[in-house]
């Protein structure tokens, strides 16, 4: 790709990037896919080729809580069997009560089991998540929010406020 050429470039979550990809491969478009932190793909295409990019409603909604999320509050997606169509969760001497056809449906599985366990929070500038427990209070806080702005839950390790993460259901 030439200088000149404009990009345009858009991200995507692990359960919309082999959606994303084959879409473009099939239209032949010349595509960029690079991996970024936290299970996210930027995907690069030639601005004449933007047209294809797929609507964002129309694709998967990506989960509440990611795997690496899940496995920090001790969860850990398990695959059982050489068929590849028997996953499960496990938590400690806790599990799911069956198997899911897919990860995906195990990991939604985990997000529902852990919500009726936890009050979960997301840091509002590094994306870390936080128990009720690991919450440090608010520092300044009249300081920091404004008049009608959400009210944060509490401050993360790095500073900034976090905010409650509403369950998928």
């Avoid at 879409?23 to 930027?42: A, H, N, R």
Wanted: proline letters at 7%; hydrophobic letters at 30%.
């Amino acid at each position: 790709m030439s200088v000149q050429d404009t990009v345009c470039r858009r991200l995507y979550g692990p359960r919309q990037i082999s959606l994303v990809v084959a879409g473009l491969l099939k239209q032949s478009c010349w595509i960029e896919v690079t991996p970024l932190p936290e299970d996210l793909w930027e995907v690069a295409v030639k601005s004449d080729a933007s047209r294809h990019l797929p609507d964002p409603a129309k694709l998967p909604p990506e989960a509440v809580l990611s795997i690496k999320d899940l496995e920090g509050l001790g969860y850990h997606l398990r695959e059982d069997g050489p068929d590849g169509f028997r996953h499960y969760w496990v938590n400690d001497a806790r599990q799911s009560n069956g198997y899911h056809t897919t990860q995906a449906n195990a990991q939604d599985d985990a997000i529902e089991d852990a919500f009726e366990i936890y009050n979960l929070h997301r840091c509002d500038d590094c994306g870390r998540l936080h128990t009720d427990e690991s919450l440090q209070d608010v520092k300044d806080l009249t300081m920091r929010v404004e008049a009608g702005d959400p009210l944060p839950s509490g401050e993360c390790e790095c500073g900034a406020l976090c905010y409650p993460i509403q369950s998928p259901n």
